[in-house]
């Protein structure tokens, strides 16, 4: 475990940290005037592999020896942004130290601000990070809906359901490396919640798969073989779930789904040669052992094993729509990313999400 100290005067400035993945929806900006989570559990952090050197993220309730600089908050709209640079001092020196985040429709966050803080190792005493075993019995997953919270309530409610924002994080994620995997072939996901998370946007951004794709998309999804099967080159390649919990994918599966550990951030290492596509824990989770319905958040506990007899959670009206900002996100970072045809996708982007399918 670590804390991060002030590297003006060695001051403390959070708690003991234990490491985690970064989340995909780490940099998501999500609707308007709505409030989201914090992005952090309580005793972690995370770093940030594509930002600046030292980029360092945690929850607010970590944060020790600090304090707000008002005259860095200008600009924002229902809360704090860090637009303005780092918005919290050290309460010792008064070295700017860290940016918090609190502003509508973005995750709550404090950034320490790279150059300013540096690790110092404490006595470890935080326990090895979980087996994918022990993942599996600790929770259920991230539901693919929640309600969102609104600053200005509307007809009288203070929220509405809505697809998760993480589910919109991670998919759009996970897209980007399906299109990467895809290698340009139609795509075919299984039925259930990865049809209705993934299938209806590589049908729209892969060619032959099926008509009025929105790059030339020629055909129904084929079979390889038979008369009417698409070239070759055209084959169908079909993704699967794999990971802790379930069979290993049969031969004929070229891409598998799979988990990214959310303590150390390790993919799951799949036993086939198919190419692996990441997923967050918890998303992957849901997906690969779906519950049969969403219960109402409801206070008060019950026996273990026993559910609510709630009614099930309102579904959203409109159709699944993965994330673009972290689309384009990750699939900027990706090698394939630099054939033509993908580069296509990126730069027509708008036109995907005037289309619905962002």
Known sequence: MVVFACAGCGAELTVPLSRAALPPHAHQTYGN???????????????????????????????RGSRLVPERAAGSCCGLDGAEGPNMACDACGLPVAS??????????????????????????????????????????????????????????????????????????????????????????????????????????LPGTRPGGLLGARSHLLPANGPGALPADRAV???????????????????????????????????????????????????AFPRPHLALPASGGLPDGVLRDDPPAPRPRSLFRADPGVFRHALARLPAARSPWLREISENLAQYVRAGIF
Do not use: Y
């Not at 592999?49 to 309730?61: I, K, N, R």
């Not at 966050?109 to 150059?115: D, E, K, M, Q, R």
């Not at 891409?255 to 290492?269: R, S």
């Not at 799949?270 to 997906?287: G, I, M, Q, S, Y």
């Open 100 to 205: 918090r985040i609190d502003d509508c429709s973005l995750w709550q966050a404090v950034w320490l601000a790279p150059g300013a803080v540096r690790p110092v190792l404490v006595e470890d005493t935080a326990a090895p990070p979980a087996t994918w075993a022990e993942l599996l019995e600790e929770g259920e997953g991230t539901p693919p809906f929640e309600p969102i919270a609104t600053w200005a309530p509307v007809s009288g409610r203070d929220h509405f359901w809505s697809w998760s924002p993480r589910w919109e994080a991670a998919a759009g994620q996970a897209l980007a490396h399906l299109l990467a995997a895809s290698e340009g072939r139609p795509v075919s996901v299984p039925d259930g919640w990865c049809q209705q998370v993934f299938q209806r946007a590589l049908d729209a951004m």
């Open 237 to 287: 390649r079909l993704a699967v779930l794999a990971g802790p919990g379930l069979p290993v994918p049969e031969a004929g599966a070229d891409i598998v789904l799979v988990p990214v550990h959310p303590q150390t951030g390790e993919t799951w290492t799949p036993e086939t040669a198919a190419h692996p596509v990441p997923l967050p824990f918890d998303v992957w989770r849901w997906l």
């Open 33 to 63: 005037g709505l409030q989201l989570g914090v992005l952090m559990e309580a005793g972690t952090f995370a770093v940030d592999p594509d930002g600046v050197p030292g980029s360092v993220v945690l929850a607010p309730g970590d944060v």
